[in-house]
């Protein structure tokens, strides 16, 4: 199955987590293969990157939760055909309110055309873990600078 999920504890107020993580412009500065990212509209991301050597544009929802601390995003269905890729990030606080610690998972799903788990063909969804925990590890020391 093409499911992807990791999580990573980090040193900061689940608010300060979240400030960065839910800004569109912001996500370049930690998801690895982003080089630009901007909200044409409420509701709407655009990102462009590179992916295995191959660029890459697109537009996709983006949905924030502020009062959930809760991010979701993906490619909407076009022409008919469902979706074949979305994701979504939660902040919780760890260990009860006013810790400064905080839990952050990003969960993946990459469909095939009929919006069944894809197989992990493609070397980017081979390495879809690896990039997780990247781009948490760039998102903790991104919000861990700013203190």
């Given at each position: 199955?093409?499911?992807?999920?990791?999580?990573?504890?980090i040193?900061?107020?689940?608010?300060?987590?979240?400030?960065?993580?839910?800004?569109?412009?912001?996500?370049?500065?930690?998801?690895?293969?982003l080089?630009?990212?901007?909200?044409?509209?409420?509701?709407?991301?655009?990102?462009?990157?590179?992916?295995?050597?191959?660029?890459?544009?697109?537009?996709?929802?983006w949905?924030?939760?502020?009062?959930?601390?809760?991010?979701?995003?993906?490619q909407?269905?076009?022409?008919?055909?469902?979706?074949?890729?979305?994701g979504?990030?939660?902040v919780?606080?760890?260990?009860?309110?006013?810790s400064?610690?905080s839990?952050?998972t990003?969960?993946?799903?990459?469909?095939?055309?009929?919006?069944?788990p894809a197989?992990?063909?493609?070397?980017?969804?081979?390495?879809?873990?690896?990039?997780?925990?990247a781009?948490?590890?760039?998102?903790?020391?991104?919000?861990?600078?700013?203190?």
């Amino acid at each position: 199955m093409a499911e992807h999920e990791a999580t990573r504890t980090i040193a900061a107020p689940p608010q300060e987590v979240f400030a960065v993580a839910s800004d569109v412009e912001r996500l370049p500065d930690w998801l690895p293969t982003l080089t630009g990212a901007s909200s044409p509209s409420p509701g709407i991301a655009h990102v462009e990157g590179e992916a295995d050597g191959s660029p890459y544009a697109d537009d996709g929802f983006w949905r924030v939760a502020d009062g959930q601390l809760r991010v979701e995003w993906g490619q909407p269905s076009r022409n008919g055909q469902p979706s074949t890729y979305s994701g979504w990030l939660q902040v919780h606080d760890t260990g009860g309110e006013g810790s400064g610690r905080s839990d952050v998972t990003v969960h993946l799903s990459f469909l095939d055309d009929s919006g069944a788990p894809a197989r992990p063909e493609s070397r980017t969804e081979q390495h879809a873990d690896a990039g997780l925990a990247a781009a948490l590890e760039s998102l903790e020391r991104l919000v861990t600078a700013r203190g």
